[in-house]
């Protein structure tokens, strides 16, 4: 069966600002990422201060997985810049990447 395009795997790059770093951000998105099957990618802090997460999947499963970190992480995100593209497969699971 072929991927239709609303089905198609997509790549979401997150950018995180505000107080976001040594608060267990990372560990959080590693811990609600199994809530969403199919999600893959890395998260990781940035030297800038703030966090990138990147990750595939289908877009429901991404829109759901922001939403729930935003949610959840709220009172620690100040501004989150988003992108989007095609997926590359290069992700086998779900990491913290170093930095």
Do not use: C, K
């Not at 107080?19 to 609600?32: A, E």
Request: no cysteine; hydrophobic share 40%.
């Amino acid at each position: 069966m072929r991927a239709t395009p609303s089905d198609a795997p997509e790549r979401l790059t997150a950018y995180f600002s505000g107080h976001v770093q040594g608060v267990g951000f990372r560990f959080t998105v590693l811990d609600m990422v199994p809530e969403f099957p199919g999600v893959t990618g890395t998260v990781r802090n940035l030297p800038d201060g703030r966090v990138e997460m990147v990750a595939e999947g289908a877009r429901g499963a991404l829109d759901a997985l922001l939403e729930a970190v935003q949610r959840r992480m709220r009172a620690y995100i100040s501004d989150t810049e988003l992108r989007r593209g095609p997926a590359t497969g290069e992700f086998a699971g779900f990491i913290i990447a170093g930095t």
